[in-house]
């Protein structure tokens, strides 16, 4: 499985951005995927996923904030983030889980206040 990721960059506090990360190769249909996320000197931490089925979990720094969904036909995963804070700010990592945890190369995200 590879994972493609898109959508970072830089935006001011209040902003929004939206990430995408699509998934090819071989894929179980039964899967998880989702967003991590990680800032310097912080330990990676989960900022949501979504299941085949769609079922959905955030972290609580994001609730009300963040969106995921998912496009099973085309194995992609999107995280629409509104309401930008400048905590938000690190490196977002697409990850896919079946039998195997892959993850994507990290996309920036930099909040300005």
């Known amino acids: 499985v590879q994972l493609v990721e898109s959508g970072g960059g830089l935006v001011q506090a209040g902003g929004s951005l939206r990430l995408s990360c699509a998934a090819s190769?071989?894929?179980?249909?039964?899967?998880?995927m989702g967003w991590y996320r990680q800032a310097p000197g912080k330990q990676r931490e989960l900022v949501a996923h979504?299941?085949?089925?769609?079922?959905?979990m955030y972290a609580d720094s994001v609730k009300g904030r963040f969106t995921i969904s998912r496009d099973n036909a085309k194995n992609t995963v999107y995280l629409q983030m509104d309401s930008l804070k400048p905590e938000d700010t690190a490196v977002y990592f697409c990850?896919?889980?079946?039998?195997?945890?892959?993850w994507g190369q990290g996309t920036q995200v930099t909040v300005s206040s």
């Open positions: 990850w896919f889980r079946d039998f195997r945890n892959v």
């Open positions: 979504v299941t085949s089925g769609g079922s959905t």
């Open positions: 190769g071989s894929i179980f249909s039964i899967n998880t």
